[in-house]
Every structure is written in structure tokens, then in C-alpha cells.
């Protein structure tokens, strides 16, 4: 009978959130550039992108380890 292993519960709930960081800093870009398409309002479409980079950056930080590798 194989043995089983023991399951990290929390690295791979950091992976998972981290993920889910991901995704919404891509959304966030994503807002922003359909938000701001034709304004001329360059200031707030930048923080907003910024802020949607911060957190996809926190996200890909969180989320590079794969808890199934080791």
C-alpha cells in the first residue's frame, strides 16, 4: 500500500489566494483600460493601472511556489 502523503493545508492556501491576487490585478488593468479609453484623464488611468500591477505583483509573489512540487 503507497504512502500517503501529508497535505500542506496552508502553502496551498497562500497559492490559491495568491492566484486569486493575480487575477484581480489583471482585471484591474483591464477596468482601467476600458474605463479610460479616450479620456484625457492620464493621471488616474496610470494609478489605476499602478494599483493593478501592485496587486498582481503581491499575487505572483504569493502564488510562485507550487505546493504540489515540493
Known amino acids: ?18 492566484r486569486g491576487f493575480e487575477l484581480a490585478g489583471l482585471l ?7 474605463l479610460f ?6 493621471r488616474a488611468m496610470l494609478s489605476l493601472t ?7 505583483l503581491i499575487g505572483w509573489l504569493m502564488a510562485r511556489k507550487n505546493p504540489h512540487s515540493g
Do not use: E, N, Q
Not at 28 to 34: D, I, K, Q, R, S
Not at 50 to 56: I, T
Open 50 to 56: 499602478a494599483a493593478g500591477l501592485f496587486v498582481f
Open 37 to 42: 479609453f479616450g479620456s484625457s484623464d492620464m
Open 28 to 34: 484591474l488593468v483591464t477596468w482601467a483600460m476600458f
Open 1 to 18: 500500500m503507497p504512502r500517503r502523503k501529508k497535505v500542506r493545508w496552508l502553502a496551498w492556501l497562500v497559492y490559491f489566494i495568491g
